[in-house]
Each structure stands twice: as structure tokens, then as C-alpha cells.
């Protein structure tokens, strides 16, 4: 685990002392509200807040709340905020940017019990739920009532709906529903001061001055805690379909991303990419099988979703015989059963997985135009190979495999460098080359995981000086003794 170095414990934060463990125990009540590590050894009961998913990041955390209310959270943070205590606000602690641990001994305020859903009104669609929801679990609430949540992604078991309005996750069908700036209508959440900001609207349109929930989503626990979310979701699609198929070049990956917005319109609601590489990776990780028989350059993924089953797969046999025809695609399957769907699928969700499963992972999540969008993996490719780091057959070397995927749809690469161990050398080789071959192509070093403690140095590369002073303005307004998640990004 890194041991962060390069950063001091601010002394301004106090250290926690047997009396703030006391108010915080009288204010949660139960038991099972807290995890003490000032009155006992709790290390082990500690280790699952403290390490985040990637065994990357890890703080030093002795105190673990988990509050039930949105009363409770208020009550904590203003405490907090009038004892300069630092918080880290955490969720399902699936975050892949070092945001959702601590630095040093931040308390940790977990909204794990926070899940009750709050309403559903299956004429608009609009549902209400307490921030600590898992969202494989609001998905399924509203799957009984024929309704889908308009985000997706691997993490959906063990991440919560307040994290992802946090992180302001895009995931796997964004380019289907659209981002959660457009989709959450009302938030709730407390301010280190205690105050409420009890904006969860139901309302589609409210034009009645500054949005200010929009703060809120994406600021990755640096202004407020999340505690309620209203979010408008789509009609499920009683029609599901996915195809995968191999390619053999980044250009002909693009030539069916545009013939499948042409074919497809308004059923297509995904289009993921997965390189060879990705894939082999994906095969030894997990030991699952791949469903084409021969070795692509490239693999796409494809969902649609629409209300009638004939006429969806008829428009997708009909696209796929089609760029089988002008050799766009070389090769591919439709899934026929939800078994061999959830397969596809695994392939693709899969990728992260495997991508840290033989030692480590170093990630970057970014946002490129299209037609560039594949060549920084090549080039990465060529600085391993270049600079000795990288052999799948030598243990010696660091650098096993450099795996390009992402959401094609959104113009989101993921570029993960999959590593026997982690290596200064290796962090070298990719900071901040990556970042600035993103910003001569005016993107963006982070599409959709946020900044947390592992992008802080480089925001730089992707907002100019007036826009980090302006977000300056908003921390200190909001959080003044700088206590909500210290040492990251703001
Ligand atoms: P955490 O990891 O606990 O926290 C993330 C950040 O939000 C932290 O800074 C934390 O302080 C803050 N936070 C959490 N809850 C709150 C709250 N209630 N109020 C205020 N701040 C809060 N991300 C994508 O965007 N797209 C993907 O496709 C995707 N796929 C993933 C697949 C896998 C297998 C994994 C492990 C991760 C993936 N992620 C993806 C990243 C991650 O799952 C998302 O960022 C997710 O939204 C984080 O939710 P969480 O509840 O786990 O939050
Ligand atoms: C994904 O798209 O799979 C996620 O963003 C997670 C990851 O990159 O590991
Ligand atoms: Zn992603």
C-alpha cells in the first residue's frame, strides 16, 4: 500500500478523543452504527473502509460511522465542522480514483444503512431513494415496475446511487439515457455546517434560479454529503439484444459505430470497445472462454433495447448482415438467451478485473475524439516496448499488458497498463505523457471517475487557472474549514 510520502496530516484536523467517540455513539444509538478502532483493535473489521477496490490507496482511519438518517448525518458533520474533525465520505467504496479512502486518520461517514427507497411513481418514472441504495438493488426495484435506472456499470453489486451522483458516473448506457446532470432532478444533502440542503425535487423543469444540486454531482464528497436522490428513470425495455463482434481495425470500428447510430437510431443503447488484448486478459483472468472462435484486432459490443422483440432483431440481423457484407465486421454472435447475454456482457465488464489481476493496475480514464481516441494505446504500447518494461513471459519486468477499451458511444477510452507489481518506473513512463497527449487533443484526463487523490497534480491538464480558482470559490464557501475529503483534488 502506498504510504503517501509526498503528503503531511494537516495538523489543524484534531485527533479523535474518547469524548467526540462518545457524542458520535449517543447520536447513532445502535450497535452496529460504528466501527471503533479508539476503544478497541478493530484493524481487521477496519481494513474493507480503509483499502480501496484496487488495493491502491489505503488510509488510516480508526472510526467508522454509518448514520441512518439524514438528522444523523447533520448532526455528525456539524460536529465535525465545529471540532475541525476531517471526514471522508464513502458509499460502496468501488471509486477508482483514491476518493473514497482516507489520506490519514479522516473519520469515515459510510452511508451503507442509509437504503430505504423512498418513492416510486410509475407514471413519471420518478423515484426516490436515500443515498446509500446499492444500484444493482434500485435497478431491481424498478425492473417490478417495468422501469430501468438510467446508469450501468460493473461496479452496480456493491456501488451506492449517492456515490454515483458523486462521482457522477457515466457508465454503460449513457449514450442511451444520458448523464446524471440530466437525469437527478432533486438532491438532498448536509453541509459541514449541518444545514439541509433539501432540493429533492420531482420536477422535470424548474427554472427558478442557480441549479445548485448540479454541485453536488461530481464533486466527489468535497462540498456535502449526498443523503437523498430523486432521479427521473426511463420505461424498461421488455426487448433486450446484444451482438459482439471481432474487427480488424480501429477505422472499421469506427465505420460500425456509424453504421449501427444509422441502422439502429433509437434502440441502440450501447456500443462498448474491447481491443485483443483486453480480451486475452479478460480469458486468463477468468478462464471463461471467448465467443468467437478466431483472434480480432478489435471487439465491439452492442446492446439495443425496444419495446417489440421481431422488430429489434430484425434490425439487428439486418445490421450485422449488413456490415458483414461490406467486411466491416469479420465475425460475430447475438446472444439467444440471457445466459449467453450475460456472457457478452462479462466480456466487457470483466476487462477490470482482470486488468488487476495478476498484481496491480495502473488506470486512466479518459476522453479523447474519436478518430485519435485508439491511437494512445498503440503508442503506449511502443513506450513499453521501447523502454524494456513490458513482457508477458519475463517476471523480471514490471509491465505485463497495456489493454484498451471503453465506451466507444461516449468517446471514453479506458487505458489500463496491467503490471506484475507496482513500479515508479512505470509511473514515470505515464505521467504526465498521458496527460498531456490528452490535452494536445483537447480531452479530458477524466471522462467519468473523477479526480479523487490519483489525478489531484494533473487537473491542470483538462480546466484552465480561472475555472480552479472559480471551483476554489465554491469549496470555501461551502466547506470553509476545508473538512469534507482533504488532500484530494480540492
Ligand atoms: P465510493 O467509491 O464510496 O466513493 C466515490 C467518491 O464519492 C469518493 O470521493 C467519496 O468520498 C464520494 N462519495 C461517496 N458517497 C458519497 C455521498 N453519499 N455523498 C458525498 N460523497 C460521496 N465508474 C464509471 O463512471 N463508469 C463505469 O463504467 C464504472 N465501472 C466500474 C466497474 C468496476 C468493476 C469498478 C470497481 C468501478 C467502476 N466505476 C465506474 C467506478 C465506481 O464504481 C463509480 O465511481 C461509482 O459511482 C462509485 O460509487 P461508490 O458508491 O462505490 O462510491
Ligand atoms: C469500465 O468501463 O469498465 C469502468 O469504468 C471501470 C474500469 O475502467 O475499470
Ligand atoms: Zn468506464
Known sequence: ADSYP??????????????????????????????DGYS??????????????????????????????TEQVSKILKYCNDNLIAVNPQGGNTGLVGGSVPVF????????????????????????ADAGVVLEEADNYLAEHGHIFPLDLGAKGTCQIGGNIATNAGGLRLLRYGSLHGN?????????????????????????????KQLFIGAEGTIGIVTGISIICPQRSPAVNVAYFGLESYEKVQ??????KKQLQEILSAFELMDSESQKLYNKASGNKLPLENEHAFYCLIETSGSNTDHDSEKLNAF??????????????????????????????GISEASQHFGGVY????????????????????KFQENGLMDPEDESKPVLDVVGYGHMGDANLHLNVAVRRYDKAVEKTLEPWVFEWVKERNGSISAEHGLGLAKKPFIGYSRSENMINLMGQIKKLYDPNGIMNPYKYI
Open 184 to 212: 437527478v432532478l432533486g438532491i438532498e444533502a448536509v453541509l459541514p455546517d449541518g444545514t439541509i440542503v433539501d432540493d429533492l425535487s420531482k420536477l422535470r423543469k424548474n427554472n427558478t434560479g442557480y441549479d445548485l
Open 6 to 35: 509526498d503528503l503531511k496530516r494537516d495538523s489543524r484536523f484534531k485527533e479523535i478523543s474518547s469524548e467526540d467517540v462518545k457524542f458520535f455513539k449517543d447520536v447513532l444509538g445502535a450497535d452496529n452504527a460504528i466501527i
Open 105 to 128: 486518520d479522516e473519520i469515515i461517514i459510510n452511508l451503507g444503512r442509509m437504503k430505504k427507497i423512498r418513492s416510486f411513481d410509475d407514471v413519471s418514472g420518478i423515484f426516490v
Open 320 to 349: 450485422l448482415e449488413h456490415v458483414m457484407g461490406e467486411e466491416i465486421v469479420e465475425d460475430g454472435v447475438v446472444a439467444e438467451n440471457e445466459t449467453q447475454l450475460k456472457n457478452l456482457w462479462a466480456c466487457r465488464e
Open 40 to 69: 478497541q483493535d478493530a484493524t481487521s473489521d477496519l481494513e474493507a473502509y480503509n483499502a480501496d477496490w484496487m488495493r491502491k490507496y489505503r488510509g488510516q482511519t480508526r472510526l467508522v460511522l454509518k448514520p441512518d438518517s
Open 255 to 260: 465505420d460500425a459505430f456509424k453504421e449501427a
Open 363 to 382: 488506470k486512466y480514464d479518459l476522453s479523447i475524439p474519436l478518430p485519435q481516441l485508439y491511437d494512445l494505446i498503440v503508442e503506449c504500447r511502443q
